[in-house]
Structure formats: structure tokens, C-alpha cells
């Protein structure tokens, strides 16, 4: 092999080298990323499921109390739908 052939080996395996070291960075840092969001999301809905069983617990409550419908979805945010639903299911469920 001529030098300058070598050179040119030696040139394309080095960038070739670099290139999939940037590649596996890249993919670690989105694959970190991807899964932090993943968890955040997960977090937010675990805390949205929350806040919405507490809402139909409070609701329930309330109709074992006979706490009229209206003062329910005012009190809560529940719709009279799903004030009717719990009501519809049996309060003790709640």
C-alpha cells in the first residue's frame, strides 16, 4: 500500500470510527430523553387518575350525605352525568 494510500485508510476509518461514536451518543442521549419524558407522563397521568377517583370519592360521599346534585357537581367539577353514574352504580362503590 502507497502512503498516501494509507493516509487515506487511516483518514476514512478515523471519521468512520467518529461517526458511529456520535451515532451511539446520539442514540443514548434520545433513548435518555425518550425515557425521562416517558416517566413525567406517566407521573402526570398517575396524578390526573388521582385527583379524578378523589373527585368521585368526595362525590360519593356526598350522595350517602343526600347533598343534592347540583351542590355535587359544583363542589367537585363533575359533570350531573357522572354524578347520575356514581348514583347509578351504587354510592358504596365510592
Same mark, same amino acid.
Given at each position: ?7 487515506? /485508510?487511516?483518514?476514512? /476509518?478515523?471519521?468512520? =470510527?467518529? +461517526? ?10 434520545? +433513548?435518555? @430523553? &425518550? /425515557?425521562? @419524558?416517558?416517566?413525567?407522563? &406517566?407521573?402526570?397521568? &398517575?396524578?390526573? @387518575? ?5 373527585? +368521585? ?22 359533570? =350531573? ?11 358504596? @362503590?365510592?
Amino acid at each position: 500500500m502507497e502512503p498516501a494510500e494509507a493516509i487515506a /485508510y487511516s483518514d476514512s /476509518y478515523l471519521r468512520m =470510527k467518529n +461517526f458511529r461514536h456520535n451515532l451511539e451518543l446520539a442514540r443514548t442521549e434520545n +433513548f435518555e @430523553k &425518550g /425515557y425521562d @419524558k416517558g416517566i413525567e407522563k &406517566g407521573i402526570r397521568q &398517575g396524578i390526573e @387518575k388521582g385527583q379524578r377517583d378523589e373527585r +368521585f370519592a368526595i362525590a360519593g360521599n356526598m350522595l350517602r350525605h343526600n347533598v343534592s346534585i347540583e351542590m355535587i357537581c359544583s363542589v367537585t367539577g363533575l359533570s =350531573k352525568e357522572e354524578v347520575n353514574s356514581i348514583n347509578n352504580q351504587g354510592v358504596s @362503590k365510592f
